[in-house]
């Protein structure tokens, strides 16, 4: 079995050694020794490291990362878990979406100044009441999840 140096892990999976170190520390790889005071790895590390970027690039955090590994290291993938990220994500997207629409809206609004557009002043009053919603810890409200006849 050949052995890697963190090194040489790093600079395969563009993964910082500092990082590295982290997941080790963390669970989230396995050191199998070490060549004086660098780590060394088998090269299944390699296939690890990826599905753990698959999983921060999905919104994962570590932890859930971390539960999606067997004992003996294979990975355990909820499909569950998948579904309601991909849910997750889904809602994100309608309230990015509806970010940007209101910014294109406020950027080519004919009225003579934002003050004075309905559509303007929903976002201001729909943003007042995220922020106060936030501070209470309750879920937040997008232009998104109006009904289209309220969107102007």
Do not use: W
Not at 5 to 15: L, M, N, P, Y
Not at 75 to 104: C, F, M, Q
Not at 128 to 140: F, H, L, M
């Amino acid at each position: 079995m050949k052995l890697i140096d963190i090194a040489e892990v790093a600079r395969r999976s563009g993964v910082p050694a500092s990082t590295l170190r982290f997941y080790d520390e963390k669970g989230l790889i396995k050191s199998v020794g070490r060549q004086g005071t660098r780590r060394l790895f088998t090269a299944g590390v390699l296939e690890r490291l990826s599905l753990i970027a698959l999983g921060r690039n999905a919104g994962f955090s570590l932890e859930e990362i971390g539960a999606m590994f067997a004992p003996d290291g294979r990975p355990r993938i909820d499909r569950t878990s998948l579904a309601a990220k991909a849910r997750e994500l889904d809602r994100t997207i309608r309230k990015l979406t509806a970010l940007r629409n209101g910014l294109l809206h406020a950027a080519e609004c004919p009225a003579r100044n934002h003050m004075e557009c309905p559509t303007f002043q929903r976002m201001l009053r729909i943003a007042s009441a995220d922020q106060a919603r936030r501070r209470r810890g309750r879920t937040v409200r997008t232009l998104a999840a109006r009904p289209a006849s309220q969107k102007t």
